[in-house]
T-cell receptor, first 114, second 112 residues
Framework: ETGVTQSPTHLIKTRGQQVTLRCSSQ?????VSWYQQALGQGPQFIFQ???????GRGNFPPRFSGLQFPNYSSELNVNALELDDSALYLC?????????????FGNGTRLTVT | LAKTTQPISMDSYEGQEVNITCSHN???????ITWYQQFPSQGPRFIIQ???TKVTNEVASLFIPADRKSSTLSLPRVSLSDTAVYYC?????????????FGTGTRLLVSP
């Protein structure tokens, strides 16, 4: 069973740039969620994708967007990067519905905005 | 969405049993209780999940009283490698744990 994998592991960007982070779900999972974790804080929910559609969103501006592909992998895109976007971005997959599973997290992408 | 409250930090020694209690007064009927462990610069790792009564696996036990308004994670005989942040979460498995809310977690420090 392959776990959740994220790429890249580290990334440095300049304020105003755009970034795309990628996530491969654990096999058998159909739902992907993205979280932002600032240093010393708990993860904050960004959004969730199910059947290639966003079906839940946290308190993040529209410049945070995402995609889920037919193979259940996912991307997180952030436009117009700000210094406060520096954080660990976590992807989690799960199986929704009857007999579902807990969230399984990847090890994240560490984004630094300078 | 059910909010959880846990102690900010706990200290223990190697070989002791550690019990971390989480309060979730507004838990909904369809919510499950899940505990995660997180080491620095890693993603949270699933420890245990339950709905009611007691659940045990190879690393921990989860005790849930009948009213489900709290839960206790029990780590038997902790070691130095159990030093981490532990998060208690409640969410509906059927919706893929939509908008799962993490608190600040409990920082467990295990000393020799």
């Amino acid at each position: 069973e392959t776990g959740v994998t994220q790429s890249p592991t580290h990334l440095i960007k300049t304020r105003g740039q755009q970034v795309t982070l990628r996530c491969s779900s654990q096999s058998g999972h159909n739902t992907v969620s993205w979280y932002q974790q600032a240093l010393g804080q708990g993860p904050q929910f960004i959004f969730q994708y199910y059947r290639e559609e966003e079906n839940g969103r946290g308190n993040f501006p529209p410049r945070f967007s995402g995609l889920q592909f037919p193979n259940y992998s996912s991307e997180l895109n952030v436009n117009a990067l700000e210094l406060d976007d520096s954080a660990l971005y976590l992807c989690a997959s799960s199986l929704s519905g009857q007999g579902g599973s807990p969230l399984h997290f990847g090890n994240g992408t560490r984004l630094t905005v300078t | 969405l059910a909010k959880t409250t846990q102690p900010i930090s706990m200290d223990s020694y190697e070989g002791q049993e550690v019990n971390i209690t989480c309060s979730h007064n507004n838990i909904a009927t369809n919510d499950y209780i899940t505990w995660y462990q997180q080491f620095p610069s890693q993603g949270p790792r699933f420890i245990i999940q339950g709905y009611k009564t007691k659940v045990t696996n190879e690393v921990a036990s989860l005790f849930i009283p009948a009213d489900r308004k709290s839960s206790t994670l029990s780590l038997p005989r902790v070691s130095l490698s159990d030093t981490a942040v532990y998060y208690c979460l409640v969410g509906d498995m059927n919706t893929g744990f939509q908008k799962l809310v993490f608190g600040t977690g409990t920082r467990l420090l295990v000393s020799p």
